[in-house]
């Protein structure tokens, strides 16, 4: 089925696994200025010499494309790394001197404030003090003595510890209505 003209140039056919072939590597071309491809081909291709020397055109735009995209993550490093010092000059520095300004008034106005006595620590200096209270000078009180100011502030009428006197009350009458 050859061809007479390829019989006497002393060209063979070439089978459809080459033909294949080929158009493969056709279309390696034009995808190789996808990085990830690139790095795919360079590493096959470097791992033969044969393929390396047959294919070098491929071989040299794949090394040529990982080149310029390690160029192109280098800029954009740089390029976030700019704008990441940006924005802390521009917002980061002037929060923290004004957290650092709040910080300061606040420790002036504390200084400035006049000093509060602590009840505790009152009811403690008066409870040891020695004319403060009987008990702790040693003189024996009876319970009924130490009751004795509970008792006057107890209420003894009905009424009373509401603050209204058993006469303000309003009665009520059996069987009748309240008028």
């Known amino acids: 089925m050859q061809n007479d003209g390829e019989m006497r140039a002393g060209k063979r056919r070439r089978s459809l696994v080459e033909v294949e072939e080929e158009r493969v590597w056709a279309s390696l071309y034009r ?4 990085p990830i491809i690139a790095a795919e081909l360079v590493a096959h291709l470097e791992k033969s010499g044969e393929l390396r020397l047959q294919h070098s055109g491929l071989y040299l735009r794949c090394r040529h494309v990982l080149r310029s995209e390690k160029a192109r993550q280098v800029r954009l490093r740089k390029i976030g790394a700019g704008i990441r010092w940006t924005a802390h000059v521009v917002i980061g520095v002037p929060l923290g001197m004004v957290g650092r300004l709040f910080r300061m008034m606040g420790a002036i106005v504390m200084v400035c404030l006049p000093e509060r006595e602590d009840r505790a620590a009152a009811q403690v200096r008066r409870l040891t003090s020695a004319d403060a209270s009987q008990v702790d000078v040693g003189k024996g009180l009876s319970p009924a003595e130490i009751a004795r100011p509970l008792h006057d502030q107890a209420a003894t ?15 009520r009458r059996t069987g009748g209505r309240a008028r």
């Open 31 to 34: 995808r190789a200025a996808d």
């Open 157 to 171: 009428k009905p009424g009373q510890q509401a603050g209204i006197d058993a006469s303000q009350r309003p009665t």
